[in-house]
């Protein structure tokens, strides 16, 4: 149990144009979700918190107009990279919390997204 | 600065040898500290999670220790096997609210398990 799938795996898009990545918990409901994203050789780090039904939380430095955030339902969490530009190109991994279990902070992490911008 | 501290950075052993890999950690409040095995271009996977009051926790070939008072933490790998090439990650989960449960990750230690 507690499978979380990611979609697409890679992506490879030109400059200015802009990507969504789909984040999705196949066996358990997820009132937040969390994005991050990983360089080569360095630790995950957080962009941002995402909660069934209300408005992302972003980490400082994490420009919100441009990774969009939308948690619609329980299952379901999408990042949209904006006007996507060499810099942005990075794995971008999601996570699903358990519901009711925020204390804990459990994450299920998903197989990670790569995207590569040119 | 809540920081957690991995080495060593790189490991090369045997296949079929044991080894072991160290955490150290400053963050408090602490909650738990769980290791994650990552697989290159693939997500963390979780192999152990202990609260302060655990000592030790095992998964199979992965063996955690903890140690709260002095903050550090081992994953002990036995018999090991190819498969198990990979970054292995401790983070250090805060307590409280805010940026105080925020995930605190280290920079992993990357294992190359040769035959």
């Known amino acids: 149990g507690a499978v979380v799938s990611q979609h697409p795996s890679r992506v490879i898009c030109k400059s200015g144009t802009s990507v969504k990545i789909e984040c999705r918990s196949l066996?358990?409901?997820?009132?937040?979700m969390f994005w991050y994203r990983q360089f080569p050789k360095q630790s995950l780090m957080l962009m941002a918190t995402?909660?069934?039904?209300?408005?992302?939380?972003?980490e400082q430095g994490v420009e919100k107009d441009k990774f969009l955030i939308n948690h619609a339902s329980l299952t379901l969490s999408t990042l949209t990279v904006t006007s996507a530009h060499p810099e942005d190109s990075s794995f971008y991994i999601c996570?699903?919390?358990?519901?009711?279990?925020?204390?804990?902070?459990?994450?299920?992490f998903g197989p990670g997204t790569r995207l590569t911008v040119l | 600065k809540n920081q957690v501290e991995q080495s060593p950075q790189s490991l090369i052993i045997l296949e079929g040898k044991n080894c072991t890999l160290q955490?150290?950690?400053?963050?408090?409040?602490?909650?738990?500290l769980r290791w994650y095995k990552q697989d290159t271009g693939r997500g963390p996977v979780s192999l152990t999670i202990?609260?302060?009051s655990e000592n030790t926790k095992s998964n199979g070939r992965y063996t955690a220790t903890l140690d709260a008072d002095t903050k550090q933490s081992s994953l002990h790998i036995t018999a090991s096997q190819l498969s198990d090439s990979a970054s292995y990650i401790c983070?250090?989960?805060?307590?409280?609210?805010?940026?105080?449960?925020?995930?605190?990750w280290g920079l992993g230690t990357s294992l190359a398990v040769n035959p």
């Open positions: 066996d358990f409901q997820a009132t937040t």
């Open positions: 202990m609260t302060f």
């Open positions: 955490c150290n950690y400053t963050v408090s409040p602490f909650s738990n």
């Open positions: 996570s699903a919390r358990l519901t009711g279990l925020a204390d804990y902070n459990e994450q299920f």
């Open positions: 995402s909660n069934e039904g209300s408005k992302a939380t972003y």
């Open positions: 983070v250090v989960n805060g307590y409280g609210g805010g940026n105080n449960r925020k995930l605190i």
